[in-house]
């Protein structure tokens, strides 16, 4: 039996708000969004990102049991690593009901509003490590780009310098022991829990936000997520481009074969600049990131991976924003290996592990660059993807 270990990771969702502003009877996450729910189409975003987490989803009291219906259905096989919490009278109180439910292994804890509901799971990947590289408190923020002044009533006092100022969202992240010693220390209701971490004496630094990761407040606000998923329906296109050094002491893998008597590539994988290539134009068809930010060489658990593991979790994430592979183009640029031979070959392999068409092509660059002096080798990824019906 494999071992099983309980995750570092816990994201609290919160969710228990009455959402009055929105207009709406029932609260503010069960008010839906293009056919779903804002708690669903939340949950979707945090159980595509990378790292396996404790996920505690705080509801209004009056609705645990529809949370946790919508909750086990978004998470299918994970829904072991879901649990729902009654919430409190204010914010605060909700995120100390979801800090009291979490397990003892948890070291990092993000706290995240429903209401974000089109947050990529990229920037909860983004947060979660400047959590664990820095030991501080971390927040996405986006700079403000409105003129800001300050009043008293009608009158202006005067113009605020905005480089100063940021937008912040969440999810918020923190190390989970000293979060825990500031909620048991709070004697005063605040905002966000980055204002009640650094209350408590705790560092807090930013990350870059999300223009999707905006709150859903207002009916105004919940027009603009209508359209914003209106528009990621249909035909998208990606980008991808990976380049390799060689490497003698390696051994040569590319579009998912094996060559005996070519140098390798460099990298922290196999090394498989073709794969990368697709992989990144996969992730910026569907707007989910890039390659270094979801397998960066920070994730040791990818340390010599065979290329397949990022193609198959790529997929899954594609699959998971809604969008399905149309097809692949890939060109090499690179003096060696030479694909004539086996062109047919990488393109079967190819075709077979993404479930769609692959075409592969191959050009020198004439001497120039690094690929022209044969130092080693560079892959360019277009892909089609379409949203799923």
């Known amino acids: 039996m494999p071992i099983v270990t309980a995750p570092r990771l816990a994201i609290i969702v919160v969710a228990a708000g009455s959402g009055t502003r ?107 490590r400047a959590v664990r590289s820095s030991g ?81 407040t207002t009916p105004w606000d919940l027009r603009r997520a209508e359209n914003v998923l209106g528009v990621s329906t249909g035909i998208r296109t990606g980008v991808g481009i990976d380049v390799h050094a060689y490497d003698e002491g390696s051994p040569m893998w590319l579009g998912g074969l094996y060559w005996p008597d070519e140098p390798g590539l460099a990298g922290h994988s196999d090394g498989d600049a073709l794969i990368h290539a697709i992989c990144d134009a996969l992730l910026s068809a569907a707007g989910l990131g890039d390659l270094g930010t979801r397998f960066g060489s920070s994730a040791t658990e990818y340390a010599d991976a065979r290329s397949e593991v990022f193609l198959r979790e790529t997929l899954a994430l594609v699959d998971g924003a809604g969008y399905a592979v149309g097809n692949v183009a890939v060109q090499v640029v690179a003096n060696r290996p030479r694909l004539t031979g086996r062109r047919v070959e990488i393109e079967t392999r190819l075709t077979q592990l993404l479930g769609a068409p692959v075409s592969v092509s191959a050009t020198t660059a004439d001497g120039l660059g690094l690929s022209g002096r044969g130092e080693g080798l560079m892959a360019i990824a277009t892909a089609l993807i379409t949203a799923s019906a």
């Open 22 to 128: 929105l207009g709406r009877e029932e609260p503010k996450a069960f008010v839906e969004v293009r056919g779903q729910t804002i708690l669903e189409r939340c949950l979707h975003g945090v159980l595509d990102s990378i790292e396996p987490a404790q996920i505690v989803v705080v509801a209004p009291a009056s609705h645990l049991a529809t949370a946790t219906r919508i909750a086990q259905r978004v998470a299918g096989p994970a829904s072991d690593a879901l649990s729902v919490v009654a919430g409190g009278a204010s914010r605060q109180t909700s995120v100390a009901a979801g800090l009291a439910a979490l397990g003892a292994e948890v070291d990092t804890v993000l706290v995240h509003d429903a209401a974000r509901a089109l947050t990529p799971p990229a920037l909860i990947d983004r947060v979660v």
């Open 136 to 216: 501080t408190g971390v927040i996405p923020a986006l700079p403000v780009s409105d003129t800001i002044k300050r009043v008293d009533g009608e009158t202006v006092l005067e113009t605020v310098d905005r480089s100063e100022l940021v937008h912040v969202q969440t999810p918020q992240g923190f190390p989970r022991a000293e979060l825990d010693a500031a909620y048991a220390a709070a004697a005063a209701e605040h905002t966000d829990d980055a204002a009640l971490f650094s209350a408590a004496g705790g560092r807090v630094i930013t990350v870059e936000g999300e223009a999707r990761a905006f709150k859903i």
